[in-house]
């Protein structure tokens, strides 16, 4: 996203990055996921505590850990600590499909994390 390389994107870009290491920070767990790119890869999930962490993206621009759509997640059932959403209901033709999905692969301790303009 070419908007995200102007002035006003990168600032966006570091607010958000505080906000998101600040709601990551006590979280723990085996696995984070965050659909949907927003920036570059790590710009996001370097702040993860998680044992592991992945981006699953609809396309492979921001070089996804996997390319899928996000409403019918290639994960199992109740095996995700993190889910990420940078945006990616702002953007999404299906924004309720996304949530049932999350619902779907999260713990029941799970932590959803959602930025958004709306």
Not at 92 to 115: K, T
Request: glycine letters at 8%; aromatic letters at 6%; a negative charge.
């Amino acid at each position: 996203m070419d908007w995200l390389q102007t002035a006003l994107g990168e600032a966006l870009l570091q607010q958000e990055s505080r906000v998101v290491e600040e709601a990551l920070d006590g979280i723990f767990g085996e696995q984070c996921l965050q659909l949907g790119a927003w920036g570059e890869k790590r710009t996001f999930l370097r702040f993860t505590r998680t044992q592991r962490c992945c981006l699953i993206a609809e396309d492979g621009l921001a070089e996804p850990s996997a390319i899928g759509a996000l409403h019918r997640l290639p994960v199992e059932s109740d095996s995700i600590d993190a889910v990420l959403l940078p945006h990616t209901l702002d953007y999404s033709d299906r924004p309720h499909a996304i949530l049932r999905e999350v619902d779907r692969v999260l713990r029941s301790n799970g932590h959803l994390i959602i930025l958004g303009f709306k």
